[in-house]
């Protein structure tokens, strides 16, 4: 198997064959939520796990700009990935979510966002990181930086 074809993290993940996403993953599993705040994407690359999104006009606020609920969604998946930067998936709870706003964001932007496992412990794991809007010409500007902690959970709940 080529490098390339492995998921970024190992768990439940679809590779995405087409669109402008091929090549990036998709978790597999069921967050009625975050399926309707996303669609959001990983894989990994030189430079570690990407996470990212591309937020329509759903995604935005009363000012036309993206609403900070949406960017806290995308953070909090991003806070997963993160966290699951050293292959396993991680199964769990977001116990604390602390998120400052940088800028803002227009629907169409590509948002990316990286980060760093701080601590992976047995019950906590701790991870923070930023969103970031990818210009045109590959520039990034941060958006939003975020930490939080997961709790472990040793089985879903549904």
């Known amino acids: 198997m080529n490098k390339s074809d492995e998921a970024p993290i190992r768990g439940g993940f679809?590779?995405?064959?087409?669109g402008p996403w091929a090549g990036w993953w998709k978790w597999s599993g069921h967050d009625p939520?975050?399926?309707?705040?996303?669609?959001?994407?990983?894989?990994?690359?030189?430079?570690?796990?990407?996470?990212?999104?591309?937020p329509e006009t759903k995604n935005l606020n009363g000012h036309g700009i993206v609403h900070g609920g949406s960017l806290m969604t995308?953070?909090?998946?991003?806070?997963?990935?993160?966290?699951?930067?050293g292959?396993?998936?991680?199964?769990?709870?977001?116990?604390?979510?602390?998120?400052e706003f940088v800028s803002g964001a227009q629907a169409g932007d590509l948002l990316t966002a990286r980060g760093e496992c701080v601590r992976a412990g047995g019950s906590l794991v701790f991870a923070r990181g930023t969103i970031l809007r990818v210009g045109a010409d590959g520039t990034e500007e941060a958006?939003?930086?975020f930490?939080?902690?997961?709790?472990?959970?040793?089985?879903?709940?549904?």
């Open 14 to 18: 679809e590779r995405v064959a087409d």
């Open 33 to 54: 939520f975050e399926d309707g705040v996303g669609p959001f994407f990983v894989k990994r690359d030189e430079r570690g796990i990407v996470t990212g999104f591309r």
């Open 74 to 85: 995308f953070a909090d998946f991003s806070l997963f990935m993160v966290a699951a930067s």
């Open 87 to 99: 292959g396993e998936e991680v199964s769990g709870v977001t116990v604390t979510m602390n998120s």
């Open 143 to 145: 958006v939003l930086s």
């Open 147 to 158: 930490s939080g902690t997961i709790k472990r959970a040793k089985r879903t709940s549904h």
